[in-house]
């Protein structure tokens, strides 16, 4: 999503990111330790950063 968001929109990676993990937080509904997990597994290393 973030490379999407990055290439098409010039919406740079942690805008991206900052904004799903806060909308995850607020409207949500995983506990803090299942977010953490979740945002981990899904913000992985972007696969063109060296």
Known sequence: MEEIAERRL????PV???SVSTAL???GELDADA???FLDHVFAP????T
């Open 46 to 49: 972007s696969q063109t950063e």
């Open 35 to 37: 977010l953490n997990d």
């Open 10 to 13: 010039g919406i740079p990676r």
């Open 25 to 27: 937080a607020l409207d």
């Open 16 to 18: 991206s990111q900052q």
